[in-house]
């Protein structure tokens, strides 16, 4: 969903089998960088400590700001793309240990104990002792898992090639405010028939989805540092104040507070 060129390409993982159940990862991402289409056998739960980290799939797009957590299934085709300069960790997962996670990739909340649980399992060695200290740790990090609220980072796309069409452009242009009617003329579909076949592909109104990406693609901006109301414009809203209306009702925080320094 980012809207930036993408020139530095990263290598993934070369395992073919896990070497333990769980294997933490620490890396970074340059600005612009690019994992391309890939899947896993296992579950991957990549975690953005700075930096907003945005996951495609097939089926839509899952942002993970400081402090939120993207999971990946098994054998979900996907890519990594970051605008600014991210720090990473990863948890590769086997899919035993998640069979309550559901078949769908997601963004949650990460709670203060599943942070530092986090930092100390990515400090373990890949090949840690089975059943001692460091496989112990890693089970508790597991179970909490389980209780982290699902948090809405994630734009569903729809299937239809003229759906495909609007939110593509729309993702280019965010502040585009043609009407749902403008829309449905520029690709041939009448205000009503748009409106019930995009509720139907993406489980979201067309109103809804507008706001959802707008709010998502200002996440980069917010991350840099740039003020609310250069944000606000940029995506489309006509004030701040109604920018963080919105942002507060999707996100339940506003800019500010999702982004303050922790400990602040």
Known sequence: MSQNSHNIILRLPSYQTLPRPVVARIGDRLPGSLTPWHSHRWWQLTWAMSGVLAIETQDGSFMAPPERMIWIPPGIEHQATNAPLTEMRNLYV????????????????????????????????????????????????????????????NLPMPTDPRLRRICSELQNRPDDTRTMAAWGERVGLSERSLARLFVHQSGMSFGDWRQRLRLLLALNGLERGERVTRVALDAGYASPSAFIAAFRRNFGLTPTEMFKPQGA
């Not at 100390?120 to 898992?145: K, N």
């Open 94 to 153: 086997d899919h035993s240990l998640m069979e309550w996670a559901g078949p769908h990739c997601r963004v949650v909340r990460i709670t203060p104990l599943v942070r530092e649980l986090m930092l100390a399992v990515t400090t373990l060695p890949e090949d840690y002792e089975p059943s001692g200290e460091a496989e112990r740790l890693i089970q508790v990090l597991v179970d909490q898992l389980k209780h982290l609220p699902e948090v809405a980072f």
